[in-house]
């Protein structure tokens, strides 16, 4: 099945979140209140006087499942997730050329052009898509639309 990356909001105080089989179960009061398919969710967000239950949390870090807990208020709490992957290697070199400024610079240029271009496939498709043969007012789009792509060439050459 497809995760969604849906996110489980619970805002019932003294909720208790509990396991199942590969089930969160939503209890209030003992009694059930709802059940989800822990494959189907991203995270959870207790607000509140929400409890969870320790094999309810081993089974969300094991599925990449991070529930967080916020006070009734919204204010951040704490965080329960699982492993973390990532690269080393590639997010050292990712900081070191993040501290050079050449490579910055190639970066933010990149980006930059890239920005313009897209502006520029906006206008031209507006162009295309509803500009007239004859109107002198879709020309003048047109001839933006030739501006910013010698924009986006001189800002690659630099």
């Not at 398919?37 to 320790?54: C, I, K, M, R, Y």
């Not at 520029?120 to 792509?149: F, K, N, P, Q, Y």
Request: charged share 25%.
């Amino acid at each position: 099945m497809r995760k969604l990356l849906n996110t489980l909001f619970v805002t019932t105080q003294n909720a208790y979140l509990a396991r199942e089989g590969d089930n969160l179960l939503v209890r209030v009061d003992q009694e059930t209140r709802a059940r989800f398919p822990v494959h189907t969710l991203e995270g959870v967000v207790a607000f509140g006087v929400v409890n969870a239950s320790p094999p309810l949390m081993h089974l969300c870090m094991e599925r990449g499942v991070a529930i967080t807990f916020l006070s009734e208020n919204g204010r951040f709490m704490g965080s329960v997730q699982g492993m973390t992957r990532g690269n080393v290697l590639l997010r050292r070199e990712q900081y070191r050329q993040a501290d050079s400024e050449p490579a910055s610079a190639a970066v933010a240029r990149n980006i930059v052009a890239s920005k313009i271009a897209n502006q520029r496939a906006v206008l031209l498709r507006a162009v295309r898509d509803h500009g007239g043969t004859g109107d002198a007012s879709w020309g003048e789009v047109t001839a933006a639309g030739d501006r910013l792509r010698h924009l986006a060439e001189k800002v690659l050459e630099e």
